[in-house]
């Protein structure tokens, strides 16, 4: 799935035409929903982008439509959509459409990557708190190690005897 929809982003951002107008019109109904027509042909109104639909044709020619990606926009050759600490990114949202972003750089965040972001470095102590052995576990060391020590001396005595 992750193919596809990478194919058809991939395939919108590859047939996006640089050109501003598209398609042969005499009247505004010619062209598609957020176009007009400058006789002969129609042009994306403001704020919107204009954009081939991948393998979608209408009499022999790629379906270009407008529509508007959101708060800045890859296709306007304007870099700072997104300030100087972002760059706009077209991402697909919950509901599968496209929409572009403002990707902040580390360290800011907001709709154009213009709020800094407040870090507080919490102190931290060195000292933790030292817990006191328990005494059992002391004396149950303590009577393996005899144990063993007095299995190898009784070893050691045996080897002599």
């Known amino acids: 799935m992750g193919g596809i929809l990478c194919f058809v982003f991939c395939a919108l951002l590859y047939t996006v035409s640089v050109d501003a107008a598209f398609g042969n019109c005499d009247i505004d109904s010619n062209c598609p929903d957020n176009a007009q027509c400058d006789s002969p042909e129609c042009e994306c109104q403001e704020g919107f982008d204009e954009i081939d639909l991948p393998g979608i044709t209408i009499d022999g020619q790629a379906a270009t439509v407008c529509i508007d990606l959101g708060i800045c926009s890859p296709f306007d050759n ?72 007095a299995g190898g001396a009784a070893v050691a005595a045996s080897s002599y005897g």
């Open 78 to 149: 304007e870099v700072d959509d997104c300030g100087e600490n972002g760059q706009c990114a077209i991402i697909q949202d919950e509901h599968g459409l496209y929409k572009a972003v403002c990707k902040c750089e580390y360290g800011y965040n907001g709709k154009f990557c213009d709020e800094v972001i407040k870090t507080t470095i919490t102190p931290y102590s060195t000292a933790g708190t030292t817990k006191k052995p328990k005494p059992w576990i002391l004396l149950g060391g303590g009577a393996i190690l005899l144990a063993v020590l």
